[in-house]
């Protein structure tokens, strides 16, 4: 969807959330295995969404190049 990311519910068939990325298109997106974290990946960075409050401000990792693949990983 461009510069923006829609969350869909399936089972409601409803746009949850409309996430902005306005500083590239979208290249890649990873839920933590969990839920409980969405990445989104592009030029210059990846932002990450806590799932459970996705309104909220994300976290941003400024990336001075493309983020073409990303994964979200547990530490322990």
């Known amino acids: ?26 290249f890649g997106i990873d839920w933590r295995g969990d839920g409980q974290h969405l990445a989104i990946g ?13 309104e909220d401000e994300p976290e941003i990792l400024y990336i001075p190049s493309a983020s073409l693949a990303l994964a979200i990983v547990q530490h322990q």
């Open 42 to 54: 592009g030029y210059q960075g990846v932002k990450i969404w806590n799932s459970q409050n996705l």
């Open 1 to 26: 969807m461009g510069r923006y990311v829609r969350v869909w519910n399936a089972v409601r068939s409803k746009i949850v959330v409309k996430l902005n990325f306005e500083t590239s298109s979208v």
